[in-house]
Nanobody, 111 residues
Framework: QLVESGGGLVQAGGSLRLSCVAS??????????ANWYRQAPGSQRELVAR???????TYADSVRHRFTIARDNAKATVDLQMDNLKPEDTAVYYC?????WGQGTQVTVSS
């Protein structure tokens, strides 16, 4: 399973760090890419950032240069550092590895 933490309420321009811990059936975490998605009310779920098994990141255009994804294979964690947050970043953020999803964590950015 995947368990996210770190969401909350922050003012525009602030920062949050999301963490995702893999456990249980994800025995080969280190062999898989890991993803952070988000879903705002009334919108489709969208990919925010991805990190390959080897550690290479890719980002959605809307978050590039503001968000940083990182993984620690020894701890089976994938984190998302979010800086210079904007109200449009408000969404539920989900961690994903293969076909496994976390429960989501709410991020709310006030203007």
């Amino acid at each position: 399973q995947l368990v996210e933490s770190g969401g909350g309420l922050v003012q525009a321009g602030g920062s949050l760090r999301l963490s995702c811990v893999a456990s249980g059936s994800i025995f080969f975490f280190h062999l898989n890419e890991a993803n952070w998605y988000r879903q705002a009310p009334g919108s489709q779920r969208e990919l925010v950032a991805r990190i390959s098994a080897g550690g290479s990141p890719t980002y959605a255009d809307s978050v590039r240069h503001r968000f940083t994804i990182a993984r620690d294979n020894a701890k089976a964690t994938v984190d998302l550092q979010m800086d210079n947050l904007k109200p449009e970043d408000t969404a539920v953020y989900y961690c994903n590895v293969e076909n496994i999803w976390g429960q989501g964590t709410q991020v709310t950015v006030s203007s």
